[in-house]
């Protein structure tokens, strides 16, 4: 089963990697458990792949996905990606998490308003 959830992003810590994420309303967001663990992975307006704040090529995406799907609890994945991104990149990235064992994740985005 996979778990999917729009989140919209309030974290300071993955504000560094400049990406103009995509809008969506306003709705009632639901607070995750105390003890979840989240790992931002972004795309930027040029295709770019990070892992938090380090750009990774897409060999080293794979690999670090998979250390990270081979911990006792795995971290939900934050899917960060620039609205001007191709719609692929983003897709890559999704499939990429899945392929590594990672089920759990969502696609960070901002309010309008």
Excluded at 3 to 16: C, D, G, H
């Amino acid at each position: 089963m996979i778990i999917f959830m729009i989140t919209t992003s309030s974290s300071k810590q993955e504000q560094t990697i400049p990406v103009r994420l995509p809008l969506e309303s306003k709705s009632l967001q639901v607070k995750p458990p105390a003890n979840q663990k989240y790992v931002a992975v972004s795309v930027d307006a040029a295709g770019q792949y990070f892992i938090e704040n380090e750009r990774v090529s897409f060999a080293e995406l794979r690999s670090r996905l998979e250390q990270y799907a081979s911990g006792l609890k795995k971290p939900v994945m934050r899917v960060r990606a620039d609205a001007d991104v191709h719609y692929e990149k983003v897709i890559q990235l999704v499939d990429e998490i899945r392929k590594a064992g990672l089920v759990e994740f969502t696609l960070d985005t901002r309010t309008s308003g």
